[in-house]
Nanobody
Framework: QLQLVESGGGLVQAGGSLRLSCAAS????????MGWFRQTPGKEREFVAH????????YYTDSVKGRFAISRDNAKNTVYLQMNSLKPEDTAVYYC??????????????WGQGTQVTVSS
């Protein structure tokens, strides 16, 4: 079993930056593909980025390419999401997720509780 706890959310002005962290407890963190998703009220949770177990491959939704960067430190059981050039439309609750597959989607097996990111214009 894997427990995930996100941190690093907050309020930031448009154009600013935030770094989200997701700390995992439990065994075999390094064997999981890790992802970030986000959700706004009334909308479905959407994929943002994911990183393979080794960190060798990363994938992003088009709207964040060039602005966000996902990374992981398997020695610290932590995955990060560096968010730069933030826009008001990035405002959402951001969730960390883990799954054993080579990709990850909203049916992922493990989820964190979410952290709020608010970008003011």
């Amino acid at each position: 079993q894997l427990q995930l706890v996100e941190s690093g959310g907050g309020l930031v002005q448009a154009g600013g930056s935030l770094r989200l962290s997701c700390a995992a407890s439990g065994r075999a963190f390094s064997s999981y593909t890790m992802g970030w998703f986000r959700q706004t009220p009334g909308k479905e949770r959407e994929f943002v980025a994911h990183i393979t177990w080794s960190g060798g491959r990363t994938y992003y939704t088009d709207s964040v390419k060039g602005r966000f960067a996902i990374s992981r430190d398997n020695a610290k059981n932590t995955v990060y999401l560096q968010m730069n050039s933030l826009k008001p439309e990035d405002t959402a609750v951001y969730y960390c997720a883990a799954d054993r597959g080579v990709t990850i989607n909203i049916k992922a097996s493990h989820w964190g509780q979410g952290t709020q990111v608010t970008v003011s214009s």
